[in-house]
Nanobody, 115 residues
Framework: QVQLVESGGGLVQAGGSLRLSCVAS????????MNWYRQAPGKQRELVAR???????NYADSVKGRFTISRDNAKNTVYLQMNSLQPDDAGVYYC?????????WGQGTQVTVSS
């Protein structure tokens, strides 16, 4: 059974850091491109970062230089290290992968940034 479980969200002051984790099960994790998306209230879900096996990464322009996506294939886990957080970074962060035309999502983890 495919499952994605995110953790690590919370409340942080502007300028602070958080590390999100997403544990995947039921997939060939080491061969799978993994994504982090976020959705702020009233806004569309947007792609934040992507990691392509074995380790190429892509980032949204708004997070380049502040966020780092990484993976630990031994733990079936993808991480998102978020530094210098700003209020615009707040929202629900989702772990995602796609197989063919099917998207799989975790339940999301809330990130709140106070100014």
């Amino acid at each position: 059974q495919v499952q994605l479980v995110e953790s690590g969200g919370g409340l942080v002051q502007a300028g602070g850091s958080l590390r999100l984790s997403c544990v995947a099960s039921g997939i060939m994790f080491r061969l799978t491109t993994m994504n982090w998306y976020r959705q702020a209230p009233g806004k569309q879900r947007e792609l934040v970062a992507r990691i392509i096996p074995p380790g190429d990464t892509n980032y949204a322009d708004s997070v380049k230089g502040r966020f780092t996506i990484s993976r630990d294939n031994a733990k079936n886990t993808v991480y998102l290290q978020m530094n210098s957080l700003q209020p615009d970074d707040a929202g629900v962060y989702y772990c995602n992968f796609r197989i063919a035309t099917s998207d799989y999502w975790g339940q999301g983890t809330q990130v709140t940034v106070s100014s």
